[in-house]
């Protein structure tokens, strides 16, 4: 290990004493106090060695002054810093020690959501409507929700925050763990498409409302008319990651059932792009059948009306599909499953895989039927896992999604933007991972769109607008690599297509791949890619035969528009040259502009 030089030592090496060949520490500095004694041929060493005592020297004596300066003597030896001495494993074992969910996410609050105080208030709402519109709907009831920002008296910067819903309420005993303990749900194990499947946005919300203010969160919940309504103060407590209750009881209630959470949090209320206006306008287009009041801290009372009345097809859930699925989670598979027999884990644990294929694929990774999956081998599983990629199975099932489907799509952008022309287009179910994932995508051009600047886009997913980090999103990037050209829409290198233009996507899967737990972008899986590409070029087809139609009308039209221009003086030359009346030139032509309407409008 390197030592450190105090100044003596530093000044013995600037200037050696001759014949002083052993005073000096081993290694460089030894040869250095040899070398001076008259042995030319390491002439260069000692040099290097000199200097870099003297700059030492130098170094050690401009601290000394500085000390003497600030009052100390000059003469003190430099003190050695607290705690800058070096670690040994076990001291660093000392220190090495678990760490709480809760807390490491009270530091990176960013990676949820909770980056500034505007994203904040966006995002503990998105969590609370999120959380409502899945519990109504797995309930199949149409969700009706009031969303309320209060702003807090003498605090500019904090509000008040509550979402209450129709649902189906929470049992008494989930109420803590629910709000008071990250990573903690009831989506996270299945393969069912919802808006939630981490288990941690409302406790998030929570958490960081205690942080930012110091108070815990207020939950009324009940789950039925004879039910009593319980009351709820939790927070977390992050060192051990478990609730904290701070008061509970039994309270009047005039709701039925269903659940009202209430925070307060340090955030910011603006309206515009990325605004909590934005987001629940964006639901309510992807959610027609949910009803959403909104009173807004300024007073503002804005209803969100239901559209349909329809629920949305709800959801089944499913097991992984072979394909795209990963060895590790195939091993994993193998270990955990129930089954008895490879044959029976393949059909059981698998979707659209049957006692035929499951045959088929045993003997293409030459495997007995009925071995035993927890004794497959790792080498056999690489066998099986091939076999599996190289073997047809059916797509999965499409009951386990939920599009939102091409007529709603349209008539929610109708809805909100006046446009010339709408399509919108619900691709297949296709895997990544072993998920099941369905894109689609809805266009509208022209109208009242303005004409400069580039395209609107509106993401989706599992019917959750998605407002920021649009840059790395995978359907931003599916957006910037179609040629939009082609679909004679201006469009420049590596920029989203411009114009009078507004696309919107909807990325519907059983776990939808987020690239961080703020749930905003999604990751750019090849094959999602590829699916959002065709979606979009399929749009793009449909926009450019509307496009060219309307070129070739106006072309015409140009004609037509020419030709009426010159009827007048056809008229008055056919007067002239056949001697027609007034009258006669008259009916000339209006006899030539009704075969040129006629021409127009067949
Ligand atoms: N309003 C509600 N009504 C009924 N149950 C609810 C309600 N809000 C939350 N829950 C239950 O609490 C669980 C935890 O909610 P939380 O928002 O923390 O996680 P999540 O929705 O499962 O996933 P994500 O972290 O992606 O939002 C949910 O899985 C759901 O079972
Ligand atoms: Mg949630």
């Known amino acids: 290990m390197a030592k450190r030089l105090n100044p003596q030592q530093a000044t013995l090496f600037a200037a050696p004493p001759s014949g002083d060949k052993s005073k000096g520490k081993p290694g460089k500095s030894t040869s250095g106090s040899r070398s001076s004694s008259g042995k030319s041929k390491s002439a260069k060493k000692p040099r290097t060695v000199i200097k870099l005592s003297k700059t030492r020297a130098q170094r050690a004596k401009a601290r000394s002054k500085t000390a003497g300066r600030a009052g100390s003597s000059s003469t003190a030896a430099p003190k050695r810093r607290r705690g800058a001495g070096p670690e040994t494993a076990q001291s660093m074992a000392a220190k090495q020690r678990e760490i709480s969910v809760s807390e490491f996410f009270t530091k990176n609050r960013h990676l949820l959501g909770f980056d500034n105080p505007r994203k904040a208030l966006l995002t503990a709402i998105k969590e609370a409507v999120d959380n409502a519109l899945d519990a109504c709907e797995e309930a199949h009831i149409l969700p009706d929700l009031f969303v309320e920002i209060r702003t807090v008296e003498g605090a500019e910067d904090r509000f008040c925050v509550a979402v209450t819903d129709n649902g189906p309420g929470i049992v008494k005993a989930q109420i803590p763990k629910i709000f008071g303990k990250l990573l903690y749900g009831s989506k996270f194990h299945r393969l069912k498409m919802s808006r939630g499947q981490q288990g941690i946005g409302i406790s ?181 896992y091939r076999a599996i990629q190289s073997t047809k199975i059916m797509n999965p099932p499409t009951d386990c999604l939920a599009p939102i489907g091409e007529e709603a799509l349209v008539a929610g952008l109708r809805k909100e933007y006046e446009a010339d022309f709408y399509t919108a287009v619900t691709r297949p179910p296709r895997v990544y991972r072993g998920n099941p994932f369905q894109v689609e995508a809805a266009v509208a051009y022209g109208g009242s769109l303005p004409a400069d ?140 502009k009704g075969m040129l309407k006629r021409a127009r409008t067949g």
């Open 453 to 592: 600047g580039l395209a609107k886009v509106i993401r989706f997913a599992n019917r959750v607008p998605l407002l920021y980090q649009q840059g790395s999103c995978a359907i931003w990037e599916s957006i910037l690599s179609t040629s939009w050209r082609n679909y004679h829409v201006d469009q420049s290198r590596g920029a989203p297509p411009s114009g009078p233009l507004v696309i919107s996507v909807h990325f519907a899967s059983v776990w939808v791949p987020f690239t961080s737990e703020s749930k905003e972008a999604i990751a750019s899986y090849p094959n999602i890619i590829k699916e959002t590409k065709l979606c979009l070029q399929e749009c793009g087809r449909r926009l450019s035969v509307f496009l060219s139609r309307r070129r070739r009308e106006a072309e015409e039209q140009r004609k037509r528009d020419y030709i009426e221009l010159y009827i007048p003086h056809i008229g008055i030359g056919l007067r002239e040259i056949l001697k027609f009346s007034e009258t006669q030139e008259r009916r000339m032509v209006s006899k030539l």
């Open 204 to 384: 998030a919300a929570g958490m960081y409302g205690q942080l930012t203010t110091g108070r815990p969160m207020r939950i009324t919940s009940r789950t039925g008319a004879k039910k009593p309504a319980h009351y709820y103060e939790v927070q977390v407590d992050t060192i051990k990651n478990q609730p904290q209750i701070v008061r509970e009881d039994e309270v009047e209630w005039d709701r039925s059932q269903g659940t009202r959470v209430e925070l307060e949090l340090e955030a910011r209320f603006q309206r515009g792009r990325q605004s909590v206006d934005e987001y629940l306008q964006q639901t309510a287009v992807a959610n027609p059948h949910a009803r959403v009041i909104y009173h807004a801290p300024d007073g503002a009372k804005l209803e969100f009306p239901r559209a349909s009345k329809e629920l949305p097809v709800i959801p089944r859930e499913i097991k992984p599909h072979p394909y795209g699925l990963e060895l590790g989670a195939l091993i994993s598979i193998l270990r955990q499953t129930r089954s008895r027999n490879l044959s029976g884990c393949l059909q059981g644990d698998f979707t659209r895989v049957s006692a035929r294929l499951a045959k088929d694929i045993c003997e293409k990774a030459r495997i007995a039927p009925r071995s035993r999956p927890s004794r497959i081998a790792n080498g056999e599983a690489e066998r099986l």
